[in-house]
């Protein structure tokens, strides 16, 4: 429940930029209707002056203008934005596939064709601003726990796996004599002396794929330092591990100890604060995570008709599967690969499960459930994300089965033997990209010979590469089902992965899901 006067209350400022007095006014009125608050451009240079003057929540932007044209309008724009999103929509009668290239390469985010339809219009603007709202909250908490660390006087800088300096505070610039500009996005090995510059990259290397560590999580040690003018001081250091969005990161901390006149009490109250929110963060998406597992735990799939292998890349799955059966007894089973991985992927797919399992249970035919669950992730989602995935519906009595693919790798079906009699492309978008025109929704009806099994997998299976750089595979993946029985073809692929990929571990979820057809008579 949203209370009275929050961000989502709040009117979008929205600056529309066409060289059409009549399409400016139109635009202008619908706006207002929405409750929106609107500025007035009829050219790219005015636009540009105005978001110059003024901060704008979205832009709205003809292409063919006098003066300056909507795409060099746009890159100055975005020019302008700094850190701060600010979405371009681009509005333009002009919807070739080099039009549409050019204006994302200018930096625009959505494009949407005149005459304009309003209806799609509104429909982008929700969605535009859970994005912007997002990005708003993103900023607070980046500013917040900025603000947090500059009130430090130690160093405190932030690194990747790779060495490469994520963020520093106020007092590393001061203390090594760099500008953040100059650091960030750099090896952290430039603020060390020879030899420890030369060997650190190796250090982490090692760390990172299981090697004991060196200084991470050991305590304050002394070490030398490396300033821009090319001065050694020494220093006290401390680093420690932390997982941000699912990526592991090394947080040191630096104290100059040529200088002891440091504030440790201000050090160490900061501290406290910046490891209460790390703490906050870990409980809100320890119990986001355990809501999400309840959702997608299910009767249906113990089916004894399935065969499943999901093995998520971080703490939750951004592939889910599910299965339930219709009113008569045929067998749905959905497999969805949502963009990313992790929770943020996870939640993506909690409308899609929701509408599955209403859907199939109230008899629906496989093209409406497929439509309903489209319709629904086009509204629900922001542009930058979507579910790839696989419906299928098991006619058992009938032989048969219809198939709705859209994003996801080929679907095998397998003879009773596990040699592949056919494969079926995915042919479709994946869901919540555009809503569903034409056949978007139709269905491929196959035969379902007696002892064949269905085989739908997610592409980090196929993806997952081991260190050497070699991909498992599609053709593996069919040798290993094909030298296998039906009942020992998931642990087939399991132990045929784990030899591929040695020590490396899987960059993307894997998902493996079978389902038997017509039983052998």
């Known amino acids: 429940m949203t209370s009275p006067g929050t961000a989502q209350d709040m009117p979008l400022k929205v600056l529309v930029v066409d060289d059409s007095a009549t399409n400016r006014r139109i635009v202008n009125v619908f706006l207002n ?74 930096g625009g985010d959505d494009y949407l064709p005149k005459p304009i339809n309003f209806v799609v219009l509104q429909a982008k603007l929700r969605s535009l601003r859970r994005a912007i709202e997002a990005h708003r909250r993103l900023a607070e908490a980046h500013l917040w726990l900025q603000t947090v660390t500059d009130t430090i006087v130690d160093a405190v800088i932030t690194i990747d796996t790779a060495g490469l300096i994520r963020s520093v505070n106020a007092a590393s610039e001061q203390i090594f004599g760099y500008t953040a500009q100059e650091l960030l996005g750099r090896n952290v090995n430039m603020l060390m002396p020879e030899p420890w510059a030369s060997t650190h990259n ?132 959905l497999l969805a690969d949502a963009t990313g991985h992790g929770l943020a992927a996870s939640i993506s797919t909690l409308p899609l499960l929701t509408l599955f399992y209403e859907m199939v249970d109230w008899g629906m035919a496989l093209p409406a459930i497929v439509a309903r669950i489209n319709d629904q992730l086009c509204q629900a989602l922001p542009s930058s994300r979507f ?59 196959i035969d379902l010979p007696p002892g064949c099994q269905l085989v739908l997998l997610s592409d980090g299976l196929i993806e997952a590469t081991n260190d050497a750089g070699d991909a498992f595979g599609m053709a593996r993946l069919q040798a290993t089902l094909a030298a296998a029985p039906a009942g020992r073809r998931i642990e087939a692929v399991q132990r045929a992965l784990r030899l591929h990929l040695g020590e490396s571990d899987p960059h993307d979820d894997v998902t493996l899901l079978l389902v038997s057809g017509a039983p052998v008579d």
């Open 33 to 106: 209707k929405l409750g929106q608050d609107v500025a007035l451009a009829e050219n790219g240079a005015q636009a540009v002056e105005l978001f110059q003057r003024d901060s704008f929540d979205l832009v709205l932007m003809d292409v063919m203008m006098p003066v300056m044209d909507g795409y060099e309008a746009t890159r100055r724009i975005k020019a302008l934005c700094g850190e701060r999103w600010v979405p371009v929509i681009f509005l333009s009668a002009l919807d070739t596939e080099d039009n549409l290239i050019a204006g994302l390469d200018a």
């Open 202 to 333: 190796d250090h982490i290397r090692r760390y990172v794929h299981g090697g004991e560590p060196h200084i991470i999580g050991i305590g304050q040690r002394k070490v030398e330092a490396r300033r821009k003018d090319g001065s050694v001081f020494p220093i006290e250091l401390g680093v420690g591990e932390a997982r941000i969005n699912d990526e592991r990161v090394f947080i040191g901390v630096l104290r100059d100890i040529t200088r002891r006149h440091h504030d440790e009490r201000q050090l160490k109250e900061a501290v406290t604060r910046l490891q209460a929110y790390h703490a906050h963060q870990e409980a809100e998406n320890a119990l986001a995570a355990d809501i999400l597992s309840r959702q997608l735990t299910r009767d249906g799939l113990a089916d004894p008709a399935l065969a499943s292998w999901v093995a998520p890349a971080a703490t939750v799955s951004g592939d889910v599967i599910a299965a339930a059966r219709a009113p008569g007894g045929d067998l749905y089973v």
């Open 387 to 445: 579910v790839a995935a696989g419906v299928v519906a098991i006619y058992a009595n009938e032989g048969r089965a219809d198939v709705w693919l859209g994003g996801l790798p080929p679907l095998l079906q397998l003879a009773a033997d596990g040699t592949v009699m056919r494969t079926l492309d995915s042919s479709r978008l994946p869901l919540g990209v555009v809503p569903f025109e034409g056949d978007m929704s139709q269905v491929d009806s």
